[in-house]
């Protein structure tokens, strides 16, 4: 049995995909974090309003009151929100390794049952997704196998009596019906593919 | 034909799988949302400190300074960051939608193979994942679908055989040559999957 299992050791497996919905991601976070440093500092620039006027204060300096006007706080802030959408492309990453990862495996499969290989069997990574597209896939290649060596043992009965007919002259009647029998037992096999195309 | 088209007239194709990353992507928002507002608040409180200390401020009520003691500005802050958790989330559905959407009409179409119909053809929404998959799946369903044609056509003309050669009894010398390669062909056509195993 070919082994279609899942060695991926790499978690790009489909780039074209798995970089362009991180970028899409990554765009949206770095909106939301611009979104929250402006709300930040409209909150502030409120507050420190409502205390002037609460407490009848003043600045000199009214520059100074832009929280972007700290440098250590400016990095820091920086450098977390930095961390934080370093996290979210690992794990946007990880998820679109976890969507595109099975698709290798699914494909491999159809390929070799494309090359006339029904004997596989996929298996996926237990956190993959697809796996109730892999049971059926492994269920139709374990089905076609089956009704593939019931044709091929008719097959090869016809092709038994054939050769003993030849053989003997003797009672060639019985071994035409016998042939008959078989060559209808294999219609019935490929009657499925018809039937089942006309019940849709 | 039957058509394995894509007739997916709800977002939610399947639950458990998209209701499932929606809450985690949610939750991750959510976290995410709960870092900036205590951020937001560190960041106020550390410039108003500074602030009071470069101007010699004092401050009455100290409490009065958190942010959130304002609650026109807190509700504004709420509903806000509701509106784009909402957005967040329906973007997540639309997201999940185009992974478990190509799932059903792929499933269905292995389902119709299963069940011995190979004149299917899985056609995928533009923006669906899972193409190159369909593609291939399309291609073994039209080729296996040949192959038995063809299968077919030679039993076809072995039955016409036997049947004549039942009907005259003279020369069944070459009537049986004749059956013979045509039994030789089917098997030919049979190795095609005792072929391919082999070599993997």
């Known amino acids: 049995m070919s082994q279609t299992t899942n060695k991926r050791k790499t978690y790009i497996v489909n780039p074209s995909y798995q970089y362009g919905l991180t970028a899409r991601i990554g765009l949206f976070a770095i909106v939301g974090m611009i979104i929250s440093v402006f709300l930040c500092f409209l909150i502030t620039q409120n507050t420190l309003s409502l205390l002037i006027l609460k407490y009848n204060l003043s600045i000199e300096d009214p520059s100074s009151v832009f929280i972007f006007n700290n440098l250590p706080i400016t990095v820091s802030y920086l450098v977390l929100m930095a961390l934080l959408l370093i996290i979210l492309v690992l794990l946007t990453i990880r998820h679109t390794h976890s969507i595109a990862g099975p698709m290798i495996p699914l494909e491999r499969a159809v390929h070799e049952m494309r090359k006339g290989n029904l004997d596989i069997h996929v ?78």
Do not use: C, W
Request: aromatic share 4%; hydrophobic share 35%.
């Open 123 to 200: 298996r996926l990574r237990s956190k993959d997704y697809a796996h109730s597209l892999a049971d059926a896939l492994n269920a139709l290649a374990s089905e076609q196998s089956e009704l593939i060596e019931g044709l091929r043992e008719n097959i090869a009965k016809i092709k038994t009596k054939v050769e003993t007919m030849g053989d003997k002259s003797e009672g060639p009647r019985n071994d035409l019906e016998d042939i008959k029998r078989k060559v209808a037992s294999i219609e019935k096999q490929l009657m499925f593919f018809e039937t089942a195309k006309k019940q849709v």
